[in-house]
C-alpha cells in the first residue's frame, strides 16, 4: 500500500553520519572574504549544506562498501573488472568495457580515437569538457537542441530533446565524413538536468542510421532519465526501470559514463561499446591516458562498489526518493515564488538570477552576487552558472552576457534529508523577501584567462 501524502519515503536508513557545522554569520562574512568572494576555494568545514555538485558527492550503500572490501588490486584480469563488465553488460546491453578515472578521461579516450580538425559534432546541449574536448581538437560541437529548452519559464516534458530537423540539417550539410559519431546526453546537464524522450531516442537512432553515423550517449544522470521515461511517456508506465535502461541503450552505439553521478560513486568512469572495431581504436588511448585495459585509472574495489552502484541506482524506489526529493524543494521554491528554472530537472535546482535581483548590474555579477548571499546568510553553498562561468570573448575580451544568469543547486544522492531541503527554501525565502535591498554585486580582481570560475578573485562594491 501506498500512503498518498508519503510515496517517496526513502528505501534505506542511515548507518554512518558525518558531522557537519552550521557557523555563525560572522565567521562566514570572514571565511567568504578570505575567499575572495570565490565558492570554490571555501574549505568544506566553512559549508554547512554543500550543493556545489552532485558529482562524486554521493553517499554509498553497506553492499557497496562490502565490495570495496572484496576488491581485487590485480593489475591485469582483476575480478572486479569483470563483476563490473557484467553489469554495465546486463543493463545497458553493451559488451565492450573500457574503464576511466571519471567522465573526462572517458571523452578523452574515445575522442582521440574518433575526432579530427574540422569535425562537426552534434548533439544537445553538450557538457563543458565534452565541448572542451571536442574544441581541444580544434572540431566543433553544434548544439542541437530544442527551441524550448532556452525559455525558463516554458513547461515541457524533455527540454533535454534534440530538434530532428536541426540534426538532419547538419548531417546533409557535413555528411559522414565530418560527422563522426552524435551525442546525446541523458539527462541534459547543460539544459537543467532535463531529460529526452524515448521516442526522441528512437527517431534520432533513426536518422543517425540512415545516415550511417554512430550515435553514443554521455550517460553521466542515465537512470535519472529512464525515471522521467517512465513518469512522462505512458508507453512505459508498467516498465521497469532496467527494462527502459535496457532499451534506451539498445538504440545506441555506445556511452560514456561520469560514474560519480548516476553509478553512485565517488570516483570513475567508463566508456561502454556495441563494436569491436571501435573498442580497439579506444583501448590505445586507455592504455595511454589511464591505465591498463581492466582498470583504466580505477582502483579493482572502485570498480566493485561502481558495479554494485548501478544496479542500485536502476531500482525505482531509489530512484523516486533521489529525483522527488529534488523536486520536493523545487515545489517549494515555487511555492514561495522564488524564481526557479521550470520545469524543474532531476539533479538540481537552478535559481533564475536575472529574476530574482535585477537590479544589481549584469556586469557586477547578479548570479555570483546571489550564490555569495546564500552561504553568507545559510553556509549553503550553489555554483554560479552565469557571466563568470561563460568566460571572457576570445578575441574581443570583453565579458559574455549568456542569456541565463542562474545558480545551481545540485542535491547530492542519499546525503541530505528533507528537513535539510526545508532549510535551504527558508533561506531563500529570506533572501528572496530582502532582494530589493541587492543594488550592488562585484567586481573582478584576478582572472586566469579561461575557465575563470574555478580561480577568480572578487571584491564586493
Ligand atoms: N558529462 C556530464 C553530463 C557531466 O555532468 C559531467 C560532469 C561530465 C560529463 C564530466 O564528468 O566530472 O566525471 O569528469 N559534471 C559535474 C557537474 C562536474 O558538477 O555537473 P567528470
Redesign the pocket.
Known sequence: MNIPEFPFAEPYKIKTVEKIRRSTPEEREKWIKEAKYNLFKLKSYQVFIDL?????TGAMSDEQWAEMMRGDESYAGSRSFDLLKETVERITGFKYLIPT???????NVLFSALVKEGDIIPGNMH????KAHIELRKATALDCTIDEAYDTEHYHPFKGNVDLQKLEDAFKKYGRQRIPFVIV?V????AGGQPVSMQNIREVSALCKKYGIPLYF?A??FAENTYFIKKREREFKDKSIKQIAKEMFSYADGM?M????DGLVN???FIALKDEETYRKAIVYNILYEGFITYGGMAGRDMGALAVGLDEATEFDYLESRVEQVHYLGRRLMELEVPVQQPIGG??IYLDANRFVPTIPREQFRAQSLAIELYKVGGIRG?EIGTIMADRDPVTRENRYPKLELV?L?IPRRVYSNNHMNFVAEVLKHIYGTRHEAKTGYRIVYEPPILRHFTVELEKI
Open positions: 556545489l555538485t552532485d558529482s562524486g578515472h571519471q567522465g573526462r578521461g572517458a571523452e557538457f563543458d569538457t565534452t546526453t539527462t541534459c546537464n547543460t554521455d553521466a544522470r560514456l561520469s560514474a560519480k553521478k570516483i570513475g568512469g539533479h538540481a555554483v545551481r545540485a
